[in-house]
C-alpha cells in the first residue's frame, strides 16, 4: 500500500457537498465517484459487496464519521472516495449523524493493506481540530491539503 492517505485522494473522488438525506442515498452518491476507476475491475460487483457490508453492522466510526468499505475480489488496488454532507445524515439505529463519509475498496487477497488504511484514517480523525480542518476545507484540493497537513503533524 502507498502509505499516506493522500496518495489515495483525488480530487475528482471528493464530494463536498453530499445532496442525499439518507445513508443509502449519500452511500450511492459517494461511491458512483469510484465508477471508471482504473483499480476497479467490476464497480457493479463492488457496490453490491459494499451495500452487503453496510447492511451487516454499521460502519459508523463516531464523532460523525462513517467507513463505508469492502473487501473485494472486484477491487485491483486500494481505491478511496471521500463525501461531506455539511447538515449530517443519520446513519445507524442509534441515530449516529455522520458528515464525512470515507468510501473504502480494498482487495480481498490484500487485508493488511485494509488494515493500514484504516488504522491511518483513525489517527488522522481522532482529534476534534483535524476533523473541524477536513469539514471546513472549501475545495477538494483543500481537502486533500488538510489530510497532508494532519499526515505530516503525525508523522505519517
Sequence with gaps: MAGKI???LAPARILLQ????????ALHEVARL?????????FAG??????ARDRLDTTCLGNGIALPH???EHVRQIVLAVGRSDAGIPFDA???IVKLFFVLGTP????????AVVS???????????????????????FIAAVGAIEAKLGL
Excluded at 463492488?46 to 451495500?51: G, K, N, P, R, V
Excluded at 484514517?121 to 484540493?141: N, Q, S, V
Design 70 to 72: 469492502a473487501r473485494t
Design 94 to 96: 442509534a441515530g449516529e
Design 34 to 42: 469510484l465508477d471508471g476507476h482504473p483499480d476497479i475491475a467490476n
Design 120 to 142: 491511518a484514517l483513525c489517527k488522522l480523525l481522532r482529534d476534534p481540530a483535524d476533523r473541524a480542518a477536513l469539514l471546513a476545507a472549501a475545495t477538494p484540493e483543500d
Design 6 to 8: 493522500t496518495s489515495l
Design 46 to 51: 463492488f457496490y453490491d459487496e459494499l451495500l
Design 108 to 115: 480481498k487477497s490484500k487485508p493488511g493493506d485494509y488494515l
Design 18 to 25: 453530499v445532496q442525499g438525506t439518507r445513508r443509502t442515498a
